[in-house]
């Protein structure tokens, strides 16, 4: 109903509306009747109704100004060290002065702890990547071609958010080990298709497929239905037939018995 009165130009009668929903007359005066108490939409005359028009979205307030510290945003701050941390040599000391680490430096102290925090996390960051590309390289036993493509990490860590590091290093041993297959081929980058299809080839056929078999094996069974016993009917004899006529004999039995 309120799709249309969307679609339609001007106020519309009950009969407008029944005729363009296909609504029976009750079922349209009751979505009628719901959409008025729900304000969506409001009668213009007897029988007559439009859409309530929307109401106007309340003015968005405005973003507060960020802090500054000493004439600069925190963000600014940052960016700022950032650009010094990757290249000393460009940092401005006359006007800033010595930078962290330097005695008589002026940074403000909310800026230099969050750019240490900074430091310290990307250094843990680096160092567990590190660990992460020696336990890879291991893996090889020898079989690799050192360059940049075996300091790319990301296919391996997104391929970790979903496997365990142990099945990841199991994969890529047996491609690239030569003495568990002598033709291995060496590892040159982790984004090589055949050590990424061999991961989740290996990891879909250890865990996902033995636990889609262990559940569909232990379905509940479904006990059959036990056919409905139709009732047997008997059918009343008539007097021509070989049942009416054994039931007369027994009955005029009984009487000259009696």
């Not at 009950?14 to 009668?43: D, K, M, Y």
């Not at 080839?201 to 059959?224: N, R, T």
Request: proline content about 10%; charged content about 30%; glycine content about 6%.
């Amino acid at each position: 109903m309120l799709d249309h009165l969307t679609d339609s130009e001007g106020p519309q009668t009950v009969s407008e509306i029944i005729a363009g929903t296909g609504l029976s007359r009750n079922t349209a005066e009751q979505a009628i009747h719901r959409a008025v108490q729900a304000e969506q939409i409001e009668r213009m005359a007897p029988g007559v109704y439009k859409l309530v028009p929307p109401k106007p979205l309340p003015p968005l307030r405005p973003e507060p100004e960020p802090q500054r510290l000493d004439g600069r945003t925190m963000e600014e701050w940052l960016e700022l060290l950032e650009r010094w941390d990757a290249d000393r040599s460009t940092s401005d000391r006359e006007g800033l002065g010595p930078w962290p680490g330097e005695p008589g430096n002026r940074l403000p102290w909310k800026v230099s702890m969050l750019f240490n925090r900074r430091l310290e996390r990307r250094k843990a960051q680096a160092a567990a990547d590190a660990e992460l590309r020696d336990k890879l390289i291991a893996a090889c036993h020898g079989n690799f071609t050192p360059g940049p493509g075996l300091d790319d990490l990301a296919p391996i860590k997104m391929a970790l958010e979903i496997v365990p590091l142990d099945r990841v290093l199991s994969s890529i041993r047996c491609k690239t080990d030569r003495k568990l297959y002598p033709r291995n081929e060496p590892a040159t980058s982790w984004r090589e298709p055949r050590l990424l299809k061999a991961i989740a080839e290996d990891y879909c056929q250890s865990v996902i497929v033995p636990s889609m078999v262990d559940a569909w094996s232990k379905a509940a069974a479904k006990a059959p239905e036990k056919p409905v016993e139709k009732p047997v009917q008997r059918a009343e004899a008539s007097p021509g037939t070989p049942g009416a006529c054994s039931a007369a004999k027994r009955i005029h039995g009984a009487t000259g018995a009696a």
